[in-house]
């Protein structure tokens, strides 16, 4: 544990490595009390390193020396420096075989990186600097060698043992002991390196290529998962197909592995040939997981499969180009689920996160460009910015240069760069190479943090026929950045007419066929387009399909906005009209007499949706879901969170007690009677289905909760009991609530991804009694300090979702998160720097929330034995 002030890396410090490694042996002897690594690296020097004769250093941490050799002769102690984190050998020759013998200890590896084990199994996590918890080695992603990896274990404990590429040998050994030797032929970093060891069933499938090769796939899970796993393995399927038909993406191993574990940092791992879940991300069955929790693995399996090009072919340089592999992983992934399901839903979805959160991380102490100058702890650069505003940016040079170019863009990246480790500005190059445009603008993106605000005005001449909106963009300052300089922003627009249609969009620029959608290319400060042969004032539709990651403020009439979402042909256009609708009048009532008017246009509209069913229902279903607290927050300055909370309260109060009918209605008229299906159809069914439930549920409505009582009994699906069971805790029926949950429990008491739901229903509801319910929860049998998922469904949950309760006037929700954090960081420094996120946006908040939240991130500064992890969130918060 270190006391000093972590040291910061820096992108401009980069150099190429002074050493290479060809080839890795490595042999796991593995015990219960431990494990012994046996590394055997044949490395030379660089020829383009500059430093031709240094030491040569490998990265370590945690690992306990056993024995160096170098060329097969042992060093002695004065012929090699372990420094902890390093192992220097001064004198070494131009190429050579290094040997090293290290022990480890995975059972005590608390922090879940490098090699540990979960519920019995050994298992690996590298990504990022993990590897060097598992042998010295020169940990970074520039530096690729073919691995080959014999395990030796237990035989009856540990029947399976799994490592990347081929298995080429096996059999048995001494004392009840075997081995397995595998061979990955595809170079790679370090940080994809993975093994498995454990008493796992298998699952297996087959897929066959599109060249004709034949893949296994199989599926490695612990013998109670053995019927949860149907779902990832049709999702791989169809995600191998789909990068086949997309992107030109064969698989390129004869085997493809998924393991799901118990016990793991973030959602999953995209190791070569042997990707490594969380069970929550991988592991369904129509009895134990939600839609969303389908689609949510569907997403997660293309995402980590689709790596195998965008990441592991294809690798980053070094750790400042993570958005390199993870931002166009996660466009890839989310154009996969659009085609999967609906594009406009999963657009909505997408927008969402990204304009609650990554907004959220922009505007704070946290806030970094897509790629990061400088770093402390990498895992904490593990991000929204770098994966969702990565995908954005992504996603607008697949707008700037139409579908057709950016597939040759990618294909000539592929070709170009593959078994390569680069960098963001390649990708970028490799998109103007093959287009022929010129996107040296465009690659602010990655330099500039903050979100770009664009501040829009028109004027219509009635005259002339002419139409000019002005567009405006400014960048907010950024810890570190200042002053920023105009981004290069696909603008798309629509302009409607007074019957909801869409005009011709005629500009100077020629006179053939006017569209009725353009996208429109920002590059300046200011800007002024002039539509022309406009016959009548219009309404604009702005940024269709986001199509940028930016703020729009034009002054929108509230009869426009209920205008925009019944008439708009983009529908996320109309969806947003109804979220900005909504965002309106909710913040009109904060603060306001509790007898304040609310605005009659939001409950028409409502009524409008709920009650006809030729409307595209999935739409619908997302346009009844108020915008949420963390939403509101972000939309304004000093938010005044208890006070949000009530006016977002009212209106829910209000819609649901004018809509009553409407709601009852709307329930029973959607069937849900018939198979359980995950079509696009019966997703949006249930889903409003279970929104009328909650807002009957809000008003304590006797009806609703027989409805709901029923529901939470019949039904044979996940996303229903839980639909039921959900609006039943947030309700005022206290006994009802009770019976369900304590039912729900004994159902699925054995089953950790349901308990972990049935802790998230729970710790997010401010209904269920506040920060007492929460400390019971974390007394619970089933909760668990060293698993991520359960500290996650409480605590992170607690302080992510319950925002009434987080942010107490008392600041009791601050200290108790800082008390965790301080706690947590002892174990698992990475799950700890994630959840004190929340508290890092002190600045933001109101004076009554600020200054105790600021207080709360002194007491975690002012523990002894910082990890670096949680030293920088927390020092870089409170400059
Ligand atoms: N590459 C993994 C993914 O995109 C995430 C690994 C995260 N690791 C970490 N140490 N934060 O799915
Ligand atoms: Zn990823």
Not at 748 to 770: C, K, L, M, R, Y
Not at 781 to 789: I, S, T
Not at 823 to 838: E, F, G, H, K
């Amino acid at each position: 544990m270190r006391t000093n002030q972590p040291k910061t890396t820096y992108l401009k410090d980069y150099r190429v490595p002074d050493f290479l490694v060809d080839h890795v042996d490595l042999r796991f002897e593995l015990y219960e009390d431990g494990a012994r690594v046996h590394s055997t690296l044949s490395m030379r020097r660089n020829p383009e390193s500059v430093d031709s004769r240094g030491a040569l250093e490998l990265d370590g941490d945690s690992l306990k020396l056993e024995s160096v050799a170098l060329d097969g002769d042992a060093l002695d102690t004065a012929q090699y420096e372990d420094l902890g984190d390093l192992l220097v050998i001064a004198d070494v020759p131009d190429a050579f075989e290094l040997q090293v013998v290290t022990w480890i200890e995975p059972h005590n590896n608390t922090r879940l990186e490098g090699l540990y084990k979960s519920s019995g199994m050994f298992c690996t996590q590298c990504e990022a600097e993990g590897f060097r918890c598992i042998t010295f080695f020169p940990d970074r992603p520039d530096v690729m060698a073919r691995f080959r990896t014999r395990i030796e274990a237990d035989k009856s404990s540990y029947p399976i043992l799994l490592s990347n590429g081929n298995d080429i040998e096996r059999g048995d050994l001494a004392d009840g002991r075997h081995f397995v030797t595998w061979e990955d032929p595809f170079p790679k970093p370090c940080y994809l390196f993975a093994l498995v060891a454990g008493d796992l069933v298998e699952k297996r499938d087959n897929f066959s290529t599109i060249s004709g090769r034949d893949i296994d796939l199989r599926m490695y899970v612990e013998p109670r998962n053995s019927e949860k796993c149907e779902h990832a393995m049709d999702s791989l399927k169809r995600s191998m197909r789909w990068d086949e038909e997309v992107y030109g993406r064969e698989y390129d191993l004869d085997i493809f592995m998924i393991v799901a574990v118990d016990d793991f940092n973030m959602g999953a791992m995209e190791n070569k040939g042997l990707n490594i879940f969380n069970s929550s991300c991988v592991l369904a069955s129509q009895e134990t997981a939600t839609d969303l929790a389908f689609q949510r693995i569907e997403a997660i399996v293309a995402h980590e499969y689709f790596h195998n090009w965008s990441g592991n072919r294809v690798t980053c340089r070094d750790w400042f180009q993570l958005s390199l592999k993870e931002g166009f992983t996660v466009f890839r992934d989310s154009q996969f689920s659009s085609d999967m399901g609906s594009p406009t839903v999963k657009r909505i979805e997408d927008v969402t996160l990204l304009r609650t959160a990554q907004f959220a991380e922009d505007g704070g102490p946290m806030a970094h460009p897509v790629r990061p100058a400088s770093y402390m702890e990498i895992s904490n650069f593990y991000t929204l910015t770098i994966y969702e505003k990565g995908a954005e940016v992504v996603r607008m040079i697949h707008t700037l240069l139409g579908p057709e170019l950016f597939r040759k863009g990618s294909d000539l990246y592929f070709e170009r760069h593959d078994g390569q480790a680069v960098t963001t500005d390649d990708f970028v190059k490799a998109m103007e190479d093959a287009s022929g445009r010129d996107l040296s603008q465009f690659r602010l993106w990655y330099e500039q943090a903050g979100t770009p605000v664009l501040n829009i005005s028109d004027r219509y001449d009635e005259q002339a026929g002419t139409y000019n909106l002005t567009v405006e963009q400014a960048i907010p300052d950024t810890p570190g950045q200042e002053d920023k300089r105009p981004q290069h922003i696909p603008f798309a627009l629509g302009l409607l007419d007074g019957s909801g249609n869409d005009m011709p969009l005629k500009m100077a620029d020629g006179d053939d066929d006017a569209p009725a959608e353009r996208v429109l290319e920002l590059t300046e400060t200011s800007h002024t387009f002039e539509f022309n042969d406009v016959s009548e004032r219009p309404v604009p539709s702005l940024l269709r399909q986001f199509s940028a990651p930016v703020r729009v403020t034009y002054p929108w009439t509230r009869e426009q906005l209920q205008f925009l979402m019944s008439h708009d042909s983009d529908g996320f256009n109309r969806w947003d009209a109804g979220q900005r609708l909504a965002v309106d009048v909710i913040s009109s009532l904060v603060g306001a007499p509790d007898k304040a008017e609310i605005e009659p246009r939001l409950v028409a509209a409502y009524r409008h949706l709920m009650s006809d069913p030729s409307l595209d229902q999935a739409l619908v279903a997302k346009m009844l879901q108020l915008p949420s607290e963390a939403y509101l927050i972000e939309l304004a300055d000093s938010p005044d969170v208890q006070a949000i909370h009530r006016a977002r309260e009212r209106v829910l109060t209000h819609l649901a007690i004018s809509l009553r009918e409407d709601l009852l209605a709307c329930y029973r008229r959607i069937d849900c009677t018939g198979v359980y299906e995950l079509t696009p159809v019966a997703i949006a069914g249930r889903s409003l289905r279970n929104t009328a439930l909650a807002w009957l549920l809000h008003i304590d409505d006797e009806e609703g909760r027989d409805l709901a009582v029923n529901q939470f009994r019949e039904a044979d699906n996940m996303t229903d009991r839980m639909g039921a069971l959900r609006a039943l805790v947030n309700s005022g029926f206290a006994a009802d609530r009770d019976q369900v949950l304590e039912a729900f429990y004994q159902q699925f008491s054995d089953d950790p991804q349901v308990v972990e739901q049935w802790f998230s229903v729970q710790s997010s509801s401010p209904a269920t009694g506040g920060l007492d319910q929460i400390r019971q929860l974390m007394a619970h049998e089933a909760f668990d300090w060293k698993n991520p998922n359960k500290v996650r469904s409480v605590i992170g949950v607690f302080a992510g979702q319950n925002l009434a309760t987080f942010h107490a006037a008392d600041g009791s929700g601050y200290r108790f998160l800082a008390d965790q954090v301080s706690r947590l960081d002892d174990s698992n420094p990475q799950i700890a720097a994630r959840l004190v996120t929340p508290l890092t946006r002190w600045k933001k908040f109101a004076p009554v929330h600020g200054d105790q939240m600021k207080a709360a991130l002194e007491q975690i500064r002012d523990k002894q034995g910082l990890s670096r992890d949680v030293y920088e969130v927390v020092h870089k918060s409170l400059a």
